[in-house]
Nanobody, 125 residues
Framework: QVQLVESGGGLVQTGASLRLSCTFSGPAFSTYDMGWFRQAPGKDREGVSC????????YYADSVKGRFTISRDNVKNTVYLQMNSLKPEDTAVYYC??????????????????WGQGTQVTVSS
């Protein structure tokens, strides 16, 4: 059984940085493409970024391109999201998920993908 646990969220000021981590428990982490999503109150869930299992491919939504960096450590079974130059509009609950359909835009999950419980990121102005 796969479990995902996000961590690293918090309350920061505009312009600050945070690094989110998503720890994967279960078999075959290195075979999964992985994605980060976020959902702000009253808004639709947004696919923020993804990374292929081989680390060859990455993708970023226009809203975070140039500020966020996704990476993974297939030894530590962890995927990261480095978030720099944070803005109030980045405030959301951030989730990681497996991507059975692959890291291809738009970032989306399917019925057999796994999700973490989310971590709150709040950026004050």
């Amino acid at each position: 059984q796969v479990q995902l646990v996000e961590s690293g969220g918090g309350l920061v000021q505009t312009g600050a940085s945070l690094r989110l981590s998503c720890t994967f428990s279960g078999p075959a982490f290195s075979t999964y493409d992985m994605g980060w999503f976020r959902q702000a109150p009253g808004k639709d869930r947004e696919g923020v970024s993804c990374i292929s299992n081989s680390v060859i491919s990455t993708y970023y939504a226009d809203s975070v391109k140039g500020r966020f960096t996704i990476s993974r450590d297939n030894v530590k079974n962890t995927v990261y999201l480095q978030m720099n130059s944070l803005k109030p509009e980045d405030t959301a609950v951030y989730y990681c998920a497996t991507l059975a359909r692959g890291c291809i835009p738009p970032v989306a999950t399917g019925p057999f993908d796994y999700w973490g419980q989310g971590t709150q990121v709040t950026v004050s102005s």
